[in-house]
T-cell receptor
Framework: SAVISQKPSRDICQRGTSLTIQCQVD?????MFWYRQQPGQSLTLIAT?????????ESGFVIDKFPISRPNLTFSTLTVSNMSPEDSSIYLC????????????FGPGTRLTVL | AQKVTQAQTEISVVEKEDVTLDCVYE???????LFWYKQPPSGELVFLIR??????QNEISGRYSWNFQKSTSSFNFTITASQVVDSAVYFC????????????FGTGTRLKVLA
């Protein structure tokens, strides 16, 4: 398994501002993922972030709105830019199993409220 | 197209009752993986089980059991003798694109176990 931490755990932000969420994992992993979970909804993949390459975004998500950094094998950031109330969600990062299994392990999430 | 359907939005049971959470999936891939995750009120997703498409053996882990049936494209989850601590949202997920680890999540089933 993997131990994943996220910062901040929650935040309340004003419309038009940006927030950067950090994800730290205790093992080196090639693949990290960012998900959004809107209130009462399921998880939707935003992008896949591999170390050493540009993040791959899913349909409906763009780099200008959700820039991602992946500077090393244990860390990634997701920025939510120019926020609006519709961005209020839980943002979760996950990683592939460092032991080579097929499951993903998730961080505790960042609860974002945009006023 | 790949899809995961969890038709049960919310289930309420009384403590010690058995409860089954349904998951039906769609994929054209012959190699795929199915997962169950638990999301307690704290928000973190907890990995419960992984099953690959070539292994139809049912699995039991304590009070939890899983029934995988390819013939009906179902991967159901049963909790025996439910407890209040089992109250959470449970997500079924499908990963069917080899090597990319992309998950397709169902909409989740909220389980309420009443004392």
């Amino acid at each position: 398994s993997a131990v994943i931490s996220q910062k901040p755990s929650r935040d309340i932000c004003q419309r038009g501002t940006s927030l950067t969420i950090q994800c730290q994992v205790d093992s080196q992993v090639t693949m990290m993922f960012w998900y959004r979970q809107q209130p009462g909804q399921s998880l939707t993949l935003i992008a896949t972030a591999n170390q050493g390459s540009e993040a791959t975004y899913e349909s409906g998500f763009v780099i200008d709105k959700f820039p991602i950094s992946r500077p090393n094998l244990t860390f990634s950031t997701l920025t939510v830019s120019n926020m609006s109330p519709e961005d209020s969600s839980i943002y979760l990062c996950s990683v592939e199993d460092p032991a080579g299994g097929d499951e993903q392990f998730f961080g505790p999430g960042t609860r974002l409220t945009v006023l | 197209a790949q899809k995961v359907t969890q038709a049960q939005t919310e289930i309420s049971v009384v403590e010690k009752e058995d409860v089954t959470l349904d998951c039906v999936y769609e994929t054209r891939d012959t190699t795929y993986y199915l997962f169950w995750y638990k999301q307690p009120p704290s928000g973190e997703l907890v990995f419960l089980i992984r099953r690959n498409s070539f292994d139809e053996q049912n699995e039991i882990s304590g009070r939890y059991s899983w029934n995988f049936q390819k013939s009906t494209s179902s991967f159901n989850f049963t909790i025996t003798a439910s407890q209040v601590v089992d109250s959470a949202v449970y997500f079924c997920a499908l990963s069917a694109t080899s090597g990319t680890y992309k998950y397709i999540f169902g909409t989740g089933t909220r389980l309420k176990v009443l004392a």
